[in-house]
């Protein structure tokens, strides 16, 4: 076997590998999703005993967790630039994540905003932080 | 860093795609790497001075900031 023949060979398989753990990501996230809606909604409209919400919560955490992993999983599968756009938009997210939620925070404890700081909203701020950063980061690179 | 690999690449008629597969990264990271906008590491290096069959000094040309 030559060695060109060889490295097309494992960069097909890094690709395919790739695109594996991308895949394997986006399953996860949907099955957590899920779960969460399951926990909110399923207590709300398909059961009353507690018991059983504990179940569904302890089932959220572990899919969660698996979430994570896969997540891991899929920054370490990618390449010395993809993982660097990665972890650039992760810096920023958490760094805004913290300071935004902190000032969130300090917005209802300080009664300057009439609603209660929700989670939810902190969640979605980091999801749509993440997202832009991703994109300005691959432009910025590109 | 600057870099000559856009020129040695076009001289062995390969296209950034059939570089990436060649040293194992994606296409963007190539474009990336041409254009002076990343600087790759050291195994990374090593592959596309092996490519090109020249040392890594050939390749890139150490530019200081300040």
């Keep these: ?142 | 860093m600057k870099n000559n690999i856009k020129e040695l690449r076009a001289a062995l008629k390969m296209t950034q795609s059939d570089l990436a597969q060649q040293i194992e990264v994606s296409r963007q990271t190539v474009n990336a790497i041409e254009k002076g906008k990343f600087d790759p590491s050291l195994p990374t290096a090593f592959r596309l001075a092996a490519v090109f069959n020249c040392s890594i000094e050939e390749l890139f040309v150490y530019e200081s900031e300040s």
């Design chain 1, 1 to 142: 076997m030559s060695s060109k023949l060889y490295i097309n060979q494992k960069s097909n398989s890094m690709n395919s590998k790739l695109i594996t753990s991308r895949n394997r990501l986006a399953k996860w996230s949907m099955a957590w999703v899920a779960t969460t809606a399951l926990v909110t909604f399923g207590s709300q409209f398909l059961w009353e005993s507690q018991i059983i919400t504990g179940l569904a919560i302890i089932l959220s955490l572990a899919v969660g967790v698996g979430m994570v992993m896969a997540n891991r999983k899929f920054v370490n599968d990618g390449d010395e630039l993809q993982r660097k756009i990665q972890l650039e938009s992760m810096a920023l997210t958490l760094g805004l994540a913290v300071v935004g939620g902190i000032a969130y925070s300090q917005l209802d404890t300080t009664n300057l905003i009439k609603q209660d700081a929700e989670i939810s909203f902190l969640v979605l701020f980091m999801g749509i932080t993440y997202i832009l950063c991703v994109f300005f980061n691959a432009r910025k690179y590109s």
